[in-house]
């Protein structure tokens, strides 16, 4: 039910103010209906407040003054109340219009404002149409009202989003993996999208286990497995291209030159003979087909570097391929967690290189037809700047270019970081929906602020004080940026939990 909230007292363009009923909250970001006279409805966002008195001028002050003792403390409380009391004292809200509903229901944005004295009202299920635009395919969590988080569910369309890239931001401990777990749990339960998780903690599965669709809509990768919920990660000689190698740290000219000089002539077997030949006859072979004389210290390192991969990624003649199956879950739309805490810094770069490379390769070479029918896959990518930074955009490597060309191929990009100042601007720039969680560092805010798409400079003040689990949820076929309150994830799974059985006739409830 809507609750009455104040009433209108000032509107000058899309900025409007209210005057807060004296026994209500309203808090910084709060989203509020007002009542137009023709059952229209304006919805606005209060982004800031101001206490007005009739005592507010020097005069008044210094004669409240005069009523404090000489330590400034309330001499007769009585007397106090009796000035302040009353109606003496408002408080005013400053708000913005972010949109209205006509008389026949339909969502447009600000045409003009409401009059003097409508009546503010929170929201309610009576606000079906902006709630819809809100709700999405894929919940994250509920819509925030101040202090209180509403019974009103708020989340993305998969089909608009994952094309057009995600960032999720947030200090440590403001809820990111949280929210990449509910996430999850919402494309496992839609069937409509692929999920692609580097997890570089190893922290999804057990709680993503708990999904009752777990067995059909989640696959799990590690390179060394432990037990027998996950499949072990193999690569094949020939999958493997000289850029994997190359996203692995920097190479002098020569390596590089060594490097694509191997793979020219020995095509898809240069890394097993790059294993598998001594040093001495690599460079006599290389003289002999190209000329040139290359040292053995730069064939050592790029020996060294394949022997290190080859151990760790079980890089080896393979009868059973892992990738072509996970490419065919993702278009499935499953959700693939490939585990990567066990592995090296450089195994890790080179197998989510790897892995992105081939997907961006296996979508882009589809034609219109297999096109349609593959689901939308969107690859989440934690610690995202090690990748997605400065230096490495202007590299142009394979995350850069799914950032820049994936939404062609129906592929997007989830960048997950605690210190969006350190991305790139480029990539910053493409990232169309935004869940801003809290950020302690001005630095980041201002960063976010600057970059995003949508204005988000007036809640400033929101993003400031927001607490653990909650978000701005910014997206741009959204009307605005909304604040909710993530779904804890064990409290979102209770929703998917079959009905327990009845231990005393050993049914099922009726549902
Ligand atoms: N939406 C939420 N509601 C309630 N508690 C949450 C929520 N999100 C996170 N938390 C709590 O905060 C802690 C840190 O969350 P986590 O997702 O690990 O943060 P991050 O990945 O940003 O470091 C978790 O232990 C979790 O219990
Ligand atoms: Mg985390």
Same mark, same amino acid.
């Not at 819809?132 to 509920?142: C, F, H, N, P, Y």
């Not at 390769?361 to 297999?370: F, L, M, P, R, V």
């Not at 995202?384 to 850069?400: D, M, Q, Y």
């Given at each position: 039910?809507?609750?009455?909230?104040?009433?209108?007292?000032?509107?000058?363009?899309?900025?409007?103010?209210?005057?807060?009923?004296?026994?209500?909250?309203?808090?910084?970001?709060?989203?509020?209906?007002?009542?137009?006279?023709?059952?229209?409805?304006?919805?606005?966002?209060?982004?800031?407040?101001?206490?007005?008195?009739?005592?507010?001028?020097?005069?008044?002050?210094?004669?409240?003054?005069?009523?404090?003792?000489?330590?400034?403390?309330?001499?007769?409380?009585?007397?106090?109340?009796?000035?302040?009391?009353?109606?003496?004292?408002?408080?005013?809200?400053?708000?913005?219009?972010?949109?209205?509903?006509?008389?026949?229901?339909?969502?447009?944005?600000?045409?003009?404002?409401?009059?003097?004295?409508?009546?503010?009202?929170?929201?309610?299920?009576?606000?079906?149409?902006?709630?819809?635009?809100?709700?999405?395919?894929?919940?994250?969590?509920?819509?925030?009202?101040?202090?209180?988080?509403?019974?009103?569910?708020?989340?993305?369309?998969?089909?608009?989003?994952?094309?057009?890239?995600?960032?999720?931001?947030?200090?440590?401990?403001?809820?990111?993996?949280?929210?990449?777990?509910?996430?999850?749990?919402?494309?496992?339960?839609?069937?409509?999208?692929?999920?692609?998780?580097?997890?570089?903690?190893?922290?999804?599965?057990?709680?993503?286990?708990?999904?009752?669709?777990?067995?059909?809509?989640?696959?799990?990768?590690?390179?060394?497995?432990?037990?027998?919920?996950?499949?072990?990660?193999?690569?094949?000689?020939?999958?493997?291209?000289?850029?994997?190698?190359?996203?692995?740290?920097?190479?002098?000219?020569?390596?590089?030159?060594?490097?694509?000089?191997?793979?020219?002539?020995?095509?898809?077997?240069?890394?097993?003979?790059?294993?598998?030949?001594?040093?001495?006859?690599?460079?006599?072979?290389?003289?002999?087909?190209?000329?040139?004389?290359?040292?053995?210290?730069?064939?050592?390192?790029?020996?060294?570097?394949?022997?290190? +991969?080859?151990?760790?990624? @079980? *890089?080896?003649?393979?009868? =059973?391929?892992? $990738?072509?199956?996970? /490419?065919?879950?993702?278009? %499935?739309?499953?959700?693939? +967690?490939?585990?990567?805490? @066990? *592995?090296?810094?450089?195994? =890790?770069?080179? $197998?989510?290189?790897? /892995?992105?490379?081939?997907? %961006?390769?296996?979508?882009?070479?589809?034609?219109?037809?297999?096109?349609?029918?593959?689901?939308?896959?969107?690859?989440?990518?934690?610690?995202?700047?090690?990748? %997605?930074?400065?230096?490495?955009?202007?590299?142009?490597?394979?995350?850069?270019?799914?950032?820049?060309?994936?939404?062609?191929?129906?592929?997007?990009?989830?960048?997950?970081?605690?210190?969006?100042?350190?991305?790139?601007?480029?990539?910053?720039?493409?990232?169309?929906?935004?869940?801003?969680?809290?950020?302690?560092?001005?630095?980041?805010?201002?960063?976010?602020?600057?970059?995003?798409?949508?204005?988000?400079?007036?809640?400033?003040?929101?993003?400031?004080?927001?607490?653990?689990?909650?978000?701005?949820?910014?997206?741009?076929?959204?009307?605005?940026?909304?604040?909710?309150?993530?779904?804890?994830?064990?409290?979102?799974?209770?929703?998917?939990?079959?009905?327990?059985?009845?231990?005393?006739?050993?049914?099922?409830?009726?549902?």
């Amino acid at each position: 039910m809507a609750q009455y909230k104040g009433r209108l007292t000032y509107a000058k363009g899309t900025y409007v103010e209210f005057v807060v009923a004296p026994n209500q909250d309203v808090d910084f970001g709060d989203i509020l209906v007002v009542e137009g006279q023709n059952q229209d409805r304006f919805y606005i966002r209060a982004y800031d407040f101001k206490v007005k008195s009739r005592w507010s001028g020097l005069n008044g002050v210094g004669y409240l003054m005069s009523k404090l003792d000489e330590n400034g403390q309330v001499a007769n409380q009585e007397e106090l109340d009796f000035y302040l009391g009353g109606n003496h004292t408002v408080k005013i809200a400053m708000a913005e219009q972010l949109c209205y509903v006509d008389q026949q229901g339909q969502l447009l944005n600000p045409k003009t404002c409401p009059n003097f004295f409508c009546e503010v009202h929170s929201l309610s299920g009576e606000d079906s149409a902006l709630l819809d635009e809100m709700k999405g395919d894929l919940e994250i969590g509920l819509l925030k009202s101040g202090r209180s988080v509403m019974d009103l569910p708020v989340g993305i369309y998969g089909n608009k989003a994952i094309t057009e890239h995600i960032g999720i931001f947030g200090t440590t401990g403001s809820g990111k993996s949280n929210l990449v777990k509910v996430l999850a749990s919402s494309v496992m339960q839609s069937d409509h999208y692929g999920l692609l998780i580097f997890d570089v903690h190893n922290e999804y599965y057990k709680d993503l286990a708990l999904h009752p669709l777990v067995k059909d809509r989640l696959a799990i990768y590690n390179t060394n497995p432990v037990n027998e919920t996950a499949t072990k990660f193999k690569i094949a000689y020939e999958e493997i291209e000289p850029d994997d190698i190359l996203a692995c740290g920097s190479f002098t000219e020569a390596q590089l030159d060594a490097l694509y000089k191997m793979h020219a002539i020995w095509q898809e077997n240069w890394m097993k003979y790059i294993l598998n030949y001594d040093t001495a006859d690599i460079v006599e072979e290389l003289s002999g087909s190209t000329g040139q004389k290359f040292n053995s210290r730069t064939i050592n390192k790029i020996k060294s570097l394949c022997w290190n +991969l080859e151990k760790e990624l @079980n *890089i080896a003649e393979q009868q =059973e391929r892992t $990738l072509p199956q996970i /490419l065919q879950e993702l278009e %499935l739309g499953k959700v693939v +967690l490939v585990e990567l805490k @066990n *592995i090296s810094p450089v195994g =890790e770069q080179a $197998l989510s290189t790897f /892995l992105s490379k081939k997907l %961006l390769q296996h979508y882009s070479g589809k034609d219109e037809q297999a096109k349609m029918s593959a689901k939308p896959v969107l690859v989440v990518l934690e610690e995202a700047h090690r990748f %997605l930074g400065k230096k490495e955009v202007a590299n142009n490597n394979v995350f850069a270019r799914l950032v820049s060309e994936a939404r062609k191929f129906n592929l997007g990009m989830c960048v997950v970081d605690q210190q969006p100042r350190l991305l790139a601007d480029k990539v910053l720039s493409q990232l169309n929906t935004l869940f801003i969680l809290g950020l302690a560092s001005k630095a980041d805010r201002g960063k976010l602020e600057a970059m995003c798409r949508k204005d988000i400079l007036q809640q400033r003040n929101e993003i400031k004080n927001l607490d653990c689990g909650e978000m701005i949820l910014a997206t741009n076929y959204m009307r605005f940026a909304a604040p909710v309150k993530i779904h804890k994830f064990e409290n979102f799974m209770e929703r998917f939990q079959l009905p327990a059985v009845n231990p005393l006739t050993g049914v099922l409830p009726l549902s």
